[in-house]
């Protein structure tokens, strides 16, 4: 019988808020059994806080899901040693806990290691280990204005932008669970101990945005935000291509796609609206879309701009999420059922076999723990014990057949940890070149060969390398691949390598999706777009390419999942690349179910923020991020602005009241830090205890003691060039090799055969 990629391992979660859960949470969507420990008698906060019915909240409902949760007082001898009854039969523990608490409950990684020599620690926290920052307290949107990713976000005559989720905290989990297979992975090959994995809040997001340091070297200064260009296509000097968001007449928000000046002229040809004010191309075409879809049905507007080359797709919110039959077909949502609350919607397993058996969708109670089932649940195979290997991949081989950022990264992140990874590259030109920018080209090239093919001349040359295969990754849809070059015949293959097909929405399904499938509308459709933006204004895309890079990192946590359980080879691991997009904007589509309503763009005044939180800029005119979760810290900060008063004002004393009076905690904020300097306003918080950090740009972040601390950037040479990459995340420091620049293998390539290759794979090990 068919078992889930992870069914038999056991997790322990001491996760709080999102990043640990959101982690343990993907672990338990691929099967594994997870047991969440919560502060006994009240639970997780995530209980009491955003959108409820009945008592249950839709971010605990989603954090919760597939768990099993107890609550324990791990001050108490009692609760201390159940704790260490459950660690001693785990495999992975998943813990975002605030600097050095573990280690003052007597689980610090000594005592651990003694407790359980195989038990993998995935450890987040606000700023990682060592640096000057390591004890501070962090929280997601600190990580994001530290990342460059707050400043690359909106408009350049605005205020920089908050994503509207907790994007800092769930792409950390979402590498925290990479992290922890591949080190199951390494620990079961070798017969070591389980080690550990440590992750700052910010790591992740220096990846995704990780063109912007080569960006900024090739432009001598910081990129800067420039609205909802799309945010990889001429580079950033460019306007084109460009999305535009607007209304069509019954108020549904698109997104147009306008790929360059001759489609722009060719729509303001066509729709007759003349450039009366003189503006600029970009800015008269932004206004001209505006003006006609408001007096179009969405069909209509889909219809007329295909017709003339534009690309548009749908603005999807959480309701509308939920209702797309695209969306059902998939099981991108779920439609769930609790005793409690009745139906609502859910997103889908990430997981196939976890998709089919619907009866392992629950969301966990709080339960005594004298009634848990303490026994280790039965191992899945894990594999054989290797000698050891310099890199944790170095006998794998990845190809990779790929325009899109999305499987490039997949397939880059396996090249991190030694795998030799070929871009095959059709014809004389690389059609990747005409698709990517320069700089992220560049970043997604790391650690590969790029092989240059002709499918006809060098057919044997092909067959010899696709039979080495182990994994290859695409963004051709499975129902294309039998008229595909390349690809046609591949799972019939001896020896079928795994194939990752990661494609934009639709091109699966085209029965369902009367829509464009351009990969750049893939953040409209996963609801990012609709609570990104200012309350009044249209929606906004982050100007990176946030949706691939995470559905690469999903799909490569199945591919990790399926190698240490022995069973990848022949496994079609299936895409969108807005489902991981989804999958961490978790709380949209059931809060949607529980309040009747979708969620909206709220600024920087976070949506579902538990304390309060925005933006605010100092006197020296720089943007600081404020995060004050929980009350304690709250209740520093509200004293520190002003005084023991506001901690008596019942608008702001409870974390319902300061949900609905957030915009004016917000704005008394942002008077008060401008009477500082930044450097003023971050020693404040140190000396009371208050969650802030500097928004940074590329040059900053380079200068950032903490991020020169940890090694996160790395200068790698090719040739006379040198130039900043993002170092591998997560770092198993043990099997990440040097990270190298793009190679060019075997030039003469027609020479077909198994050893065609081998230089190339020889050199790609230190």
């Not at 954090?63 to 704790?83: E, Q, Y």
């Not at 220096?206 to 990889?232: H, K, W």
């Not at 003349?274 to 969405?298: F, K, Y």
Request: charged share 20%; net charge negative.
């Amino acid at each position: 019988m068919e078992s889930a990629l992870l069914d038999g391992l056991r997790v322990v979660e001491l996760g709080t808020v999102v990043a640990g859960p959101f982690a343990a949470s993907l672990l338990a969507d691929l099967g594994a059994d997870v047991i969440k420990v919560e502060p006994a008698g009240q639970g997780d906060v995530l209980r009491r806080v955003g959108p409820a019915r009945d008592g249950v909240t839709a971010l605990w409902g989603v954090s919760s899901r597939n768990k099993r949760c107890i609550g324990l007082d791990l001050k108490s001898p009692d609760g201390s040693a159940h704790i260490r009854r459950l660690l001693r039969d785990a495999d992975i523990l998943v813990s975002n806990y605030r600097p050095g608490a573990l280690s003052r409950l007597g689980l610090g990684p000594a005592e651990l290691a003694m407790l359980n020599p195989k038990l993998v620690h995935v450890t987040i926290s606000g700023y990682g280990f060592p640096g000057p920052k390591s004890s501070w307290p962090g929280f997601g949107k600190i990580a994001e204005g530290m990342s460059g990713i707050v400043n690359l976000t909106g408009r350049p005559d605005e205020s920089p932008l908050y994503c509207g989720f907790s994007l800092g905290d769930t792409t950390t989990g979402l590498f925290a669970a990479l992290g922890g297979i591949l080190s199951l992975y390494a620990r079961d090959r070798n017969g070591g101990a389980g080690g550990a994995v440590d992750i700052a809040l910010y790591d992740v997001l220096l990846r995704i945005t990780e063109a912007q340091f080569i960006d900024a070297r090739d432009m001598d200064c910081s990129p800067v935000r420039r609205g909802t260009n799309y945010p990889y296509g001429g580079g950033r000097n460019s306007h084109w291509p460009r999305i535009v968001t607007t209304r069509a007449r019954d108020g549904e928000w698109i997104a147009v796609l306008v790929i360059d000046e001759d489609a722009a002229s060719r729509f303001l040809g066509r729709s007759n609206l003349e450039n009366s004010d003189g503006q600029p191309l970009p800015e008269a075409v932004d206004t001209a879309l505006r003006t006609w879809t408001a007096t179009r049905t969405p069909n209509a507007v889909h219809c007329e701009l295909a017709s003339i080359g534009l690309e548009a797709a749908p603005v999807f919110d959480g309701q509308s999420l939920a209702r797309e039959p695209y969306m059902q077909a998939r099981g991108d949502v779920l439609d769930a059922i609790d005793a409690t609350i009745g139906h609502v919607t859910v997103p889908g397993h990430i997981d196939p076999v976890m998709a089919r058996a619907a009866s392992r969708f629950h969301w966990a109670e709080l339960a005594d723990p004298e009634g848990v089932d303490w026994r280790a649940p039965p191992r899945a195979s894990g594999g054989t014990a290797d000698a050891h290997c310099q890199s944790l991949f170095e006998d794998l081989v990845v190809v990779e057949i790929s325009e899109t950022p999305a499987a490039c990264f997949a397939a880059t992140l396996f090249a991190d940890y030694g795998a030799t990874t070929y871009i095959i590259e059709p014809g004389a030109a690389s059609s990747n070149s005409n698709v990517l920018s320069p700089a992220l080209r560049t970043a997604l090239s790391r650690n590969k060969h790029s092989v240059e093919i002709d499918s006809v001349r060098d057919k044997d040359a092909v067959e010899a390398l696709l039979a080495r295969a182990d994994i290859v990754c695409t963004d051709v849809p499975r129902r294309s691949w039998a008229d595909h070059q390349l690809l046609a015949g591949i799972c019939d293959r001896a020896n079928a390598p795994t194939v990752v097909s990661i494609f934009p929405p639709g091109a699966d399904r085209p029965d369902l999706w009367p829509w464009s499938t351009h990969p750049a509308l893939s953040a409209a459709a996963s609801g990012l777009m609709t609570i990104t933006g200012w309350e009044n204004g249209p929606p906004v895309q982050p100007e990176v390419p946030l949706a691939d890079y995470c559905a690469g990192a999903l799909a490569a946590l199945q591919v990790a999942a399926a190698l240490w359980r022995g069973t990848a080879r022949g496994l079609i691991i299936e895409e969108p690349m807005h489902r991981a997009l989804s999958r961490m904007i978790e709380w949209q589509c059931p809060a949607a179910s529980l309040l009747g309503y979708p969620a909206q763009r709220q600024g920087n005044s976070l949506p579902l923020n538990m304390g309060v939180g925005s933006l605010c800029r100092s006197r020296d005119g720089k943007y600081i991020s404020v995060s004050a979760v929980g009350d304690k810290i709250v209740a520093n900060l509200l004293r520190l602005i002003g005084g023991d008063v506001m901690l008596q004002d019942p608008r702001f004393a409870t974390m319902a009241a300061r949900r609905v009076h957030g915009p004016e905690v917000n704005k008394l904020m942002g008077d008060w830090a401008r009477n500082y300097t930044a450097d003023e306003l971050m020693q404040l918080a140190i000396e009371h205890d208050i969650v802030m950090g500097l928004v940074h740009d590329a040059r900053e972040i380079g200068q950032d003691p903490q991020v020169e601390a940890r090694g996160n950037l790395v200068e790698v040479a090719d040739g006379t060039v040198s130039f900043t990459l993002v170092a591998v995340t997560p770092s198993l420091e043990e099997w990440v090799g040097p990270i190298r620049s793009l190679q060019q293998a075997n030039s003469a390539v027609g020479q077909a055969g198994d050893d065609a290759f081998d230089d190339g794979r020889k050199s790609i090990n230190p």
